[in-house]
Nanobody
Framework: QVQLVESGGGLVQTGGSLRLSCAASGRTFSRYGMGWFRQAPGKEREFVAAITWNGSRTYYADSVKGRFTISRDNAKSTVYLQMNGLKPEDSAVYYC???????????????????WGQGTQVTVSS
């Protein structure tokens, strides 16, 4: 079992920045990949960013490339999402997810992840 707890969401103006954190517990964090997804009201949950178990490779949705950065600190069992240049369309509930069972085969897909956090709200005002 893996428990994931997100934090760092909030209300920010267009062009502002936020840093999301996701603290993991329950299994050896350094052995699995992590991802961030988001879901806006009335829309499906969508991929945002992912990082391999050792941080050697990262993936981004086209909509956030150049603005968002995913990183991890295995010593702290935490993954981060630095969000800069925020836009109103970035408003959503952001979820972190752990890929424990699929060995990094589907880093940009919902089904590539076994465990999910409860989400943190990000609201970007125009």
């Amino acid at each position: 079992q893996v428990q994931l707890v997100e934090s760092g969401g909030g209300l920010v103006q267009t062009g502002g920045s936020l840093r999301l954190s996701c603290a993991a517990s329950g299994r050896t964090f350094s052995r699995y990949g992590m991802g961030w997804f988001r879901q806006a009201p009335g829309k499906e949950r969508e991929f945002v960013a992912a990082i391999t178990w050792n941080g050697s490779r990262t993936y981004y949705a086209d909509s956030v490339k150049g603005r968002f950065t995913i990183s991890r600190d295995n010593a702290k069992s935490t993954v981060y999402l630095q969000m800069n240049g925020l836009k109103p369309e970035d408003s959503a509930v952001y979820y972190c997810a752990a890929d424990v069972g699929t060995a990094g085969l589907y880093p940009t897909k919902l089904y590539g992840y076994d465990y999910w956090g409860q989400g943190t709200q990000v609201t970007v005002s125009s």
